[in-house]
């Protein structure tokens, strides 16, 4: 398996525009993550998914942000409009719960820049 | 929610000399406690993790001590080599199916 693939890898955006970041967990595994990482803040848990059902949103930052998983295989983090305060590392992470759900694989990362 | 505090913050060793990293957790019901060490640019990656069911765990060069009691835990790296140097991060969570809580990092420079 490939790992958690993630794309872009880097995004240099201007403030107001809408940013799409996407995720493709591990085949089999059934938890997916959203994680931020800054330096002020460290690792933030975003939002996270079981069996594409989002469980726990209350790490989104507000109603800019948004996650969908249409299906086993892709999920997306949007954020609509972006500002640079949004600026930060997006990890897309994924676990299989007969491994024990909270042993995360993470991606590459997105690294976003706002203007 | 659980919140969970890593110490120091960074962390300068010589070559060989042992490097300890130390985290404390608030929720009693936390039973599942990882390391992940992020290098330079790169993802966390997962390098030990321990369950409450027991005190301490060892890989090799590494191993990790839980004190349920007092709610922190540890880790040690022993015989530090250049490419230790990163960013640790503790994390605790309760149960198979819940989200991780992790601590600040910790940046260990291992110096020649």
């Known amino acids: 398996d490939a790992g958690v693939i993630q794309s872009p890898r880097h995004e240099v955006t201007e403030m107001g525009q809408e940013v799409t970041l996407r995720c493709k967990p591990i085949?089999?595994?059934?938890?997916l993550f959203w994680y931020r990482q800054t330096m002020m803040r460290g690792l933030e848990l975003l939002i996270y998914?079981?069996?594409?059902?989002?469980?726990?949103d209350s790490g989104m930052p507000e109603d800019r942000f948004s996650a969908k998983m249409p299906n086993a295989s892709f999920s997306t983090l949007k954020i609509q409009p972006s500002e640079p305060r949004d600026s930060a590392v997006y990890f897309c992470?994924?676990?299989?719960?007969?491994?024990?759900?909270?042993?995360?694989?993470f991606g590459a990362g997105s690294r976003l820049t706002v203007l | 929610g659980e919140n969970v505090e890593q110490h120091p913050s960074t962390l300068s060793v010589q070559e060989g000399d042992s490097a300890v990293i130390k985290c404390t957790y608030s929720?009693?019901?936390?039973?599942?406690f990882p390391w992940y060490k992020q290098e330079l640019g790169k993802r966390p990656q997962l390098i030990i993790d321990?369950?409450?069911?027991?005190g301490e765990k060892k890989d090799q060069r590494i191993a990790v001590t839980l004190n349920k009691t007092a709610k922190h835990f540890s880790l040690h790296i022993t015989e530090t080599q250049p490419e230790d140097s990163a960013v640790y991060f503790c994390?605790?969570?309760?149960?198979?199916?819940?989200?991780?809580?992790f601590g600040t990092g910790t940046r260990l420079q291992v110096t020649l």
């Open positions: 992470a994924s676990s299989l719960s007969s491994n024990g759900a909270n042993v995360l694989t």
């Open positions: 085949s089999g595994h059934d938890y």
């Open positions: 998914f079981n069996n594409n059902v989002p469980i726990d």
């Open positions: 929720d009693s019901a936390s039973n599942y």
């Open positions: 321990i369950r409450s069911n027991v």
């Open positions: 994390a605790a969570s309760t149960g198979t199916a819940s989200k991780l809580t």
